[in-house]
């Protein structure tokens, strides 16, 4: 009897562990990316661009800049306080998402942060933003270089920023020509 009791105590103790610390469902489980929004809707940052920027825009924001981008999970704080995750979005720059893409607008900022696919698409459509109001600036015969040097500008200072000609730290400047050179050896 002591020995089977003994038994039942080690099978409910296993399963309180395991219960404790399963994670609740998060909106990852709930939403896919295809019933939010597809590529095509990014008239900017279309897939092929954006396969590029995301991978520069980790190695200049990303605590892990050599791993991919999925390595850094959304709830990652930057060291500012402000960003958060692979590219260190801020609630600021998701508000904007959410003006300009109505598909955004039923996701507060949890949501993003509790789905790894959902920040992807955010960031993308951020990009997307940056790069709508970005033309100006951009030659119609752009490179995805070329591009990349103003959006990671822009994504650094803020639009309004950029726009009013502040200056990009060296430092990050020096990465973004590293990042370009590693790619083009590697690809």
């Known amino acids: 009897m002591l020995k089977r009791l003994r038994i039942i105590n080690i099978i409910l103790f296993s399963l309180l562990t395991i219960l404790l610390k399963a994670e609740p469902l998060s909106a990852e489980y709930l939403i ?5 929004l597809s590529n095509s809707q990014f ?11 995301r991978l ?6 990303s605590p892990k800049p050599s791993s991919p981008p999925e390595a850094v999970p959304p709830t990652y704080v930057h060291p500012d306080s402000r960003g958060f995750g692979t590219y260190g979005l801020s609630p600021e720059a998701y508000e904007d998402v959410q003006r300009l ?9 949890q949501d993003i942060l509790c ?4 920040y992807e698409l955010a960031n993308q459509a951020f990009a ?3 790069l709508k109001h970005l033309q100006d600036y951009i ?12 959006i990671h500008r822009a994504w650094n200072l803020g639009l309004t920023g950029f726009k009013n000609g502040r200056e990009t730290i060296l430092s990050r400047i020096r990465r973004a020509k590293e990042f370009k050179i590693t790619w083009r050896i590697n690809h």
Not at 56 to 61: A, R
């Open 128 to 130: 997307d933003l940056l």
């Open 101 to 109: 893409y109505s598909s955004f607008k039923n996701y507060g900022w």
């Open 115 to 118: 789905s790894p696919q959902l």
């Open 139 to 150: 030659p119609e015969d752009a490179t995805q270089e070329q591009i990349f040097d103003i």
């Open 43 to 53: 008239q900017y940052a279309n897939a092929q661009l954006w396969g590029y920027l």
């Open 56 to 61: 520069g825009l980790t190695y200049l924001e």
């Open 32 to 36: 896919t990316p295809d019933s939010l």
